[in-house]
Protein backbone atom coordinates (compact mmCIF):
# COMPACT_ATOMS: atom_id res chain seq x y z
CA UNK A 1 0.00 0.00 0.00
CA UNK A 2 1.57 3.10 -0.68
CA UNK A 3 2.20 5.98 1.87
CA UNK A 4 0.21 9.14 2.24
CA UNK A 5 1.62 12.17 2.45
CA UNK A 6 -0.04 15.25 3.59
CA UNK A 7 1.73 18.45 1.68
CA UNK A 8 0.85 21.77 3.01
CA UNK A 9 1.83 25.37 1.77
CA UNK A 10 1.21 28.00 3.83
CA UNK A 11 0.79 32.23 3.74
CA UNK A 12 0.96 33.84 0.29
CA UNK A 13 2.09 30.19 -1.94
CA UNK A 14 -1.56 30.72 -4.17
CA UNK A 15 0.26 33.76 -5.34
CA UNK A 16 3.45 31.93 -6.79
CA UNK A 17 3.95 32.65 -10.64
CA UNK A 18 2.66 36.50 -9.98
CA UNK A 19 4.57 36.84 -6.58
CA UNK A 20 8.19 38.27 -6.92
CA UNK A 21 8.86 35.81 -9.53
CA UNK A 22 12.82 36.46 -9.98
CA UNK A 23 12.79 35.25 -6.39
CA UNK A 24 9.78 32.51 -6.13
CA UNK A 25 9.81 31.69 -10.17
CA UNK A 26 7.38 32.02 -12.47
CA UNK A 27 5.08 28.29 -11.59
CA UNK A 28 1.59 28.89 -9.77
CA UNK A 29 0.85 26.75 -7.32
CA UNK A 30 -1.50 24.93 -10.26
CA UNK A 31 1.83 23.82 -11.34
CA UNK A 32 3.22 23.34 -8.02
CA UNK A 33 0.23 21.01 -7.13
CA UNK A 34 0.64 18.84 -10.41
CA UNK A 35 4.14 18.25 -9.68
CA UNK A 36 3.72 17.03 -6.58
CA UNK A 37 1.14 14.56 -8.03
CA UNK A 38 3.26 13.37 -10.43
CA UNK A 39 6.14 12.99 -7.89
CA UNK A 40 3.92 11.32 -5.92
CA UNK A 41 2.75 8.57 -8.56
CA UNK A 42 6.84 8.19 -9.51
CA UNK A 43 7.59 7.64 -5.60
CA UNK A 44 4.44 5.71 -5.22
CA UNK A 45 3.53 8.19 -2.52
CA UNK A 46 -0.36 9.11 -2.29
CA UNK A 47 -0.24 12.60 -2.08
CA UNK A 48 -2.83 15.53 -0.28
CA UNK A 49 -1.58 19.08 -1.40
CA UNK A 50 -3.47 22.19 0.31
CA UNK A 51 -2.87 25.65 0.76
CA UNK A 52 -4.28 28.65 3.13
CA UNK A 53 -3.23 31.58 4.37
CA UNK A 54 -4.15 31.07 7.38
CA UNK A 55 -2.52 29.90 10.31
CA UNK A 56 -5.33 27.80 12.51
CA UNK A 57 -6.72 26.25 9.02
CA UNK A 58 -3.03 24.98 8.74
CA UNK A 59 -3.08 23.91 12.56
CA UNK A 60 -5.92 22.21 12.20
CA UNK A 61 -4.78 20.75 8.96
CA UNK A 62 -1.60 18.97 11.12
CA UNK A 63 -3.41 17.74 14.14
CA UNK A 64 -5.70 16.02 11.21
CA UNK A 65 -2.85 14.31 10.11
CA UNK A 66 -2.29 12.24 12.80
CA UNK A 67 -3.55 8.30 11.81
CA UNK A 68 -4.71 9.45 8.52
CA UNK A 69 -0.75 10.14 7.22
CA UNK A 70 2.38 8.73 7.41
CA UNK A 71 4.01 11.69 7.04
CA UNK A 72 3.82 15.30 6.15
CA UNK A 73 6.01 18.00 3.55
CA UNK A 74 5.13 21.14 4.91
CA UNK A 75 6.08 24.71 3.21
CA UNK A 76 5.49 27.14 5.98
CA UNK A 77 6.25 30.43 4.02
CA UNK A 78 6.29 33.15 6.37
CA UNK A 79 4.99 31.62 9.17
CA UNK A 80 7.99 29.01 9.53
CA UNK A 81 9.54 32.46 10.67
CA UNK A 82 7.12 33.22 13.12
CA UNK A 83 5.12 30.64 14.27
CA UNK A 84 5.36 29.26 17.81
CA UNK A 85 1.98 27.77 17.18
CA UNK A 86 2.47 25.81 14.24
CA UNK A 87 6.03 24.27 15.53
CA UNK A 88 3.47 22.83 18.49
CA UNK A 89 1.13 21.77 15.98
CA UNK A 90 3.95 19.86 14.54
CA UNK A 91 5.21 18.09 17.04
CA UNK A 92 1.88 17.08 18.40
CA UNK A 93 1.83 15.02 15.40
CA UNK A 94 4.45 12.25 15.85
CA UNK A 95 5.07 11.37 12.18
CA UNK A 96 7.73 11.89 9.65
CA UNK A 97 7.93 15.83 8.48
CA UNK A 98 9.85 17.76 6.27
CA UNK A 99 10.18 20.98 5.87
CA UNK A 100 10.90 22.39 2.22
CA UNK A 101 11.25 26.07 1.32
CA UNK A 102 11.34 27.27 -2.30
CA UNK A 103 14.45 29.52 -1.87
CA UNK A 104 17.57 29.35 -0.23
CA UNK A 105 16.66 31.22 3.02
CA UNK A 106 20.22 31.61 3.93
CA UNK A 107 21.02 33.80 1.45
CA UNK A 108 18.26 35.78 1.81
CA UNK A 109 17.05 38.48 4.99
CA UNK A 110 18.15 37.57 8.10
CA UNK A 111 14.71 37.47 9.64
CA UNK A 112 13.90 34.40 7.49
CA UNK A 113 17.31 32.51 8.65
CA UNK A 114 15.27 31.29 11.26
CA UNK A 115 12.67 28.45 10.99
CA UNK A 116 10.92 27.65 14.47
CA UNK A 117 8.87 25.19 12.36
CA UNK A 118 12.22 23.02 11.38
CA UNK A 119 12.72 22.47 15.07
CA UNK A 120 10.09 19.87 14.72
CA UNK A 121 10.72 18.21 11.31
CA UNK A 122 13.33 15.39 10.47
CA UNK A 123 15.00 17.85 8.00
CA UNK A 124 14.72 20.83 5.95
CA UNK A 125 15.76 21.45 2.13
CA UNK A 126 15.24 24.85 0.88
CA UNK A 127 16.62 26.40 -2.17
CA UNK A 128 15.65 23.97 -5.02
CA UNK A 129 12.59 25.83 -6.42
CA UNK A 130 10.08 23.12 -7.11
CA UNK A 131 12.56 20.86 -6.96
CA UNK A 132 12.84 21.32 -3.11
CA UNK A 133 9.31 19.47 -2.77
CA UNK A 134 10.46 16.42 -4.95
CA UNK A 135 13.79 16.15 -2.71
CA UNK A 136 11.05 16.27 0.08
CA UNK A 137 9.32 13.43 -0.75
CA UNK A 138 12.06 11.55 -1.68
CA UNK A 139 13.39 12.86 1.66
CA UNK A 140 10.19 11.24 3.51
CA UNK A 141 10.03 8.08 1.67
CA UNK A 142 13.92 7.02 2.57
CA UNK A 143 12.29 8.13 5.96
CA UNK A 144 9.07 5.80 5.75
CA UNK A 145 10.45 3.10 4.00
C1 LIG B 1 8.21 31.19 1.13
C2 LIG B 1 7.80 32.32 1.74
O1 LIG B 1 6.57 32.78 1.56
C3 LIG B 1 8.71 33.15 2.55
O2 LIG B 1 8.05 33.84 3.57
C4 LIG B 1 9.85 32.34 3.12
C5 LIG B 1 9.51 30.55 1.43
C6 LIG B 1 10.52 31.49 2.04
C7 LIG B 1 10.05 29.75 0.26
O3 LIG B 1 11.17 29.97 -0.17
O4 LIG B 1 9.34 28.85 -0.21
O5 LIG B 1 10.78 33.20 3.72
Not at 12 to 33: A, Q, V
Request: glycine share 10%; aromatic share 8%; proline share 3%.
Amino acid sequence: MSKKILVLNGPNLNMLGIREPEIYGTKTLSDLEAFCYAEGKKQSLQIDFRQSNFEGELIGWIHEALNKFDGILINPAGLGHTSVALLDALSCVDIPKVEVHLTNIHKRDSFRQNSFTAKSCNGVICGFGINSYKLGLSALKEIIG
